[in-house]
């Protein structure tokens, strides 16, 4: 009985075997090419060599781009009921999950922005994803941890965050922030260099629209995020 059961087994495990060959040959074979890189980029183990460091590069602070953020966005708003005023008016507009990129919980902000920072955070994903594709991380995308805040919001993120200031963009709608820590990603085995990568690409996106004058950039480094600013 116990030598049947064995053999049980045995079998059991070569089925298994034997389905997993059978059907990566079939994805092999019939899966289009561009899916079929998809397919072996989620199992993969390798390691991107990604040798530039371009998040140093994004040290843009305050005084840069305060008085533009002032005279481009909306005024400072309180509370929530201050918010859905400009929501109203149609100062702001919802930022909602897309293709590129998953919009976090937020605790201390609103996901809103106003027309032109939403344009640049689409135009952001957008790049990333492209970028990203090119590489091999298919369908990957990143976070987005902070919108629009309010008077309000900022008195409880002070106790938190040291870089939450009066003088913050966020409070006028063209500002919002990415994690580099964390990201959407589309693979089984997610490796050191993987996360390396990422944030060292989403950095050199962020960095060229920022040669282009689209944008502001900073890296914080103890918040674990890129801070952008629309121009």
């Known amino acids: 009985m116990h030598i049947r059961r064995i ?40 390691c991107r060599n990604y040798q530039q460091v371009f998040s140093r590069k994004l040290n843009d602070r305050i005084p840069d781009y305060i008085d533009n953020a ?52 689409k135009e952001t994903g957008k790049r990333f994803r492209k970028k990203v594709r090119k590489d091999g991380l298919i369908g990957s995308g990143f976070i987005i941890t902070s919108m ?32 580099y820590a964390r990201f959407h990603l589309k693979k089984l085995y997610v490796t050191e260099c993987d996360k390396w990568y990422m944030k060292e690409a989403l950095a050199e996106v962020i960095w060229k629209m920022r040669e282009e004058k689209k944008c502001w950039a900073t890296y914080e480094k103890s918040q674990g995020c890129y801070h952008i600013v629309s121009r």
Request: aromatic share 14%; with cysteine.
């Open 7 to 46: 053999r049980l087994r045995k079998e059991y495990r070569l089925k298994i075997w034997l389905f997993i060959l059978t059907a990566s040959a079939f994805g092999f074979i019939f899966i289009p090419e561009t899916n079929r890189s998809a397919f072996f980029s989620f199992f993969s183990k390798d």
């Open 70 to 121: 002032r005279s481009k966005g909306i005024e400072k708003c309180t509370d929530e009921a201050d918010i859905a005023r400009r929501i109203s008016t149609g100062q702001l507009f919802r930022v909602r999950n897309s293709r590129y990129y998953k919009v976090e919980k937020m605790a201390y902000s609103y996901p809103y922005l106003t027309r032109e920072s939403k344009k640049l955070l």
């Open 148 to 179: 629009t805040r309010t008077t309000g919001n900022l008195k409880s993120l002070g106790k938190k965050n040291t870089n939450a200031s009066d003088n913050s963009p966020h409070l006028n709608g063209n500002a919002f922030d990415i994690s």
